[in-house]
């Protein structure tokens, strides 16, 4: 397959390597200093595109993919106030979008636990939970995209939960977390339930970025030749 990437950045250039080992070709790579190679044209020679930029850049990004007709791939976090209306643009006019706010397989299944442990703490109002979220310094959007999923589904499951707050006052109906920012940390969340007895922990701690650029390429190969919107769900059915 010819793959573009857009954004090669840590991710950009571990996705790389996953493609090549993959047997792909990458027809494609633009970063800021080449935007004038980011041209309609030259994307149209791929057959996906993955995107891992800036919060920023990642919706222009998209568009100009979509523009192409060429299914992308986005891993970009901290742009997700405009994630519905892409999703819309992608359904409505056939055009391939792909999105997880983490491609790791071990995240997913985590997403899963997370979603499970949940509903079952309905029964159990003793229970309190927060979380954190720990990664390395570079990382500009706090919480990470991960720890916003894994918040969602909460306050979806959970019935005592309404919103998160991230590092906020003592607020019973408001999820709280905590996001730290340390070295070179590729990315640790945990999900916190504490009763006056004990305490039950869950920690998804990601060893490097390789996990992420495997589910990444693993996402695109999904996607060729595919129009409308999908996401893990769709890919790792569960
Ligand atoms: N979904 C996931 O599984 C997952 C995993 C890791 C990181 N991420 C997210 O992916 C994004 C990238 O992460 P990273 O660690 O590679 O960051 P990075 O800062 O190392 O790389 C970002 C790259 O984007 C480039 N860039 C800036 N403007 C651009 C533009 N207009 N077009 C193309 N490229 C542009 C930068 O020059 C840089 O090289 C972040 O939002 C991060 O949170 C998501």
């Given at each position: 397959m010819n793959i573009a990437l857009i954004g090669y950045g840590k991710m950009g250039k571990e996705i790389e390597q996953i493609c090549l080992e993959r047997n792909h070709t990458v027809s494609l790579i633009i970063d800021i200093n080449n935007q004038a190679d980011f041209t309609v044209e030259n994307l149209k020679k791929a057959d996906v595109a993955i995107e891992f930029s800036k919060p920023e850049t990642a919706l222009a990004n998209i568009r100009k993919c979509f523009e192409a007709d060429v299914p992308v791939v986005c891993g970009t976090?901290?742009?997700?106030?405009h994630f519905d209306s892409i999703v819309k643009e992608s359904n409505e006019s056939g055009k391939g979008f792909f999105y997880t706010s983490n491609y790791s397989l071990g995240v997913n299944i985590f997403f899963k636990m997370n979603q499970f442990l949940a509903k079952i703490m309905n029964n159990f109002p003793q229970y309190e939970v927060e979380m954190e979220e720990v990664h390395h310094?570079?990382?500009?959007?706090?919480?990470?995209g991960t720890a916003i999923s894994l918040a969602h589904d909460i306050i979806k499951d959970l019935d005592r939960k309404q919103n998160w707050q991230l590092d906020g006052q003592d607020n019973a109906e408001a999820l709280k977390i905590t996001a730290v920012r340390r070295d070179t940390v590729p990315g640790i969340h945990t999900v916190k339930y504490e009763s006056p007895v004990d305490f039950i922990e869950m920690t998804h701690s990601a060893k490097s970025r390789k996990g992420f650029a495997l589910g990444a390429v693993v996402a695109a190969e999904f996607m060729a030749g595919k129009k409308g919107a999908f996401s893990m769900d769709d890919l790792l059915k569960f």
């Open positions: 976090t901290g742009w997700l106030e310094t570079q990382k500009l959007d706090a919480p990470s």
